[in-house]
């Protein structure tokens, strides 16, 4: 079994903690691939469009876009982590997943994440969890994962662990460690389903690939479409 982690921080603090928390069920049995924002990928999308008009290979950035999008597609389970800032994701997962537009359903998905698992783990000093989760998962649904489990905590207290009050430490080690007995109990040997929201969002969007692909059979996206034969019959959830 592999696993890709993104941290949304490089700091080891409470998010660290709650994610370690999670991949101690996983340790013994699964290769584990992370990685930490922005140390791996340091630089905004600067809006460009390189990416959706000559290729992923013309971002500024895809020496290090290219091993993360590598590492998303090999693995058998997605871990994303991040503090709430701001009642969202930290800038570092926000320009990461920016740089990862290409891969959205309109344009350029990979069809191994119509299959995937995902987990979002995200935790507020006082509020903006949820919104912070949502940020993630609008990305993860959108390449097309349809299995994505969350979990979410306010600390109200402390940002350092030892400060936190028991109660509420014994709490969210409680949540997570559920969380991750509930997916260690998956057969990954056995492809996600693909939901009904994902395939109505794929048909809508070969709906209007078909008509560019008419206006200009030379479009990326549509090229790419049409070179999975999702244009045709084939299905990204299907063998």
């Not at 905004?44 to 993360?68: A, H, N, P, T, V």
């Not at 590492?71 to 997962?93: C, R």
């Not at 000093?125 to 940020?135: H, I, T, V, Y």
């Amino acid at each position: 079994m592999k696993i890709t982690v993104i941290n949304a921080t490089e700091i080891k603090g409470i998010t660290f903690r709650a994610k370690e928390m999670f991949l101690e069920q996983f340790k013994d049995s699964a290769e584990i691939t992370e990685f930490y924002l922005p140390k791996d990928c340091p630089s905004f999308c600067i809006g460009c469009k390189s990416c959706f008009l000559r290729g992923e290979d013309k971002c500024k950035d895809f020496e290090y876009i290219q091993k993360i999008d590598k590492a998303l597609k090999e693995a058998d389970l997605i871990v994303m982590a991040s503090p709430a800032y701001v009642f969202h994701t930290t800038g570092a997962m926000k320009a990461m997943l920016d740089h990862l537009a290409y891969r959205w359903m309109p344009h350029r998905p990979s069809k191994e994440m119509f299959t995937k698992r995902a987990v979002v783990i995200t935790q507020a000093l006082g509020a903006g969890e949820k919104s912070a989760a949502k940020d993630i998962k609008d990305s993860l649904s959108w390449w097309g994962i349809s299995e994505i489990y969350s979990t979410s905590f306010k600390l109200m207290s402390d940002v350092v662990w030892d400060k936190i009050p028991e109660k509420k430490q014994i709490a969210i080690e409680s949540n997570i460690k559920k969380l991750a007995t509930k997916v260690s109990k998956i057969d990954f040997a056995k492809p996600a389903k693909t939901n009904l929201l994902a395939k109505l969002k794929f048909f809508m969007v070969r709906m209007m690939q078909t008509g560019l692909g008419k206006d200009n059979p030379e479009y990326l996206d549509f090229k790419y479409w049409k070179e999975q034969g999702w244009i045709d019959k084939v299905r990204p959830w299907k063998k």
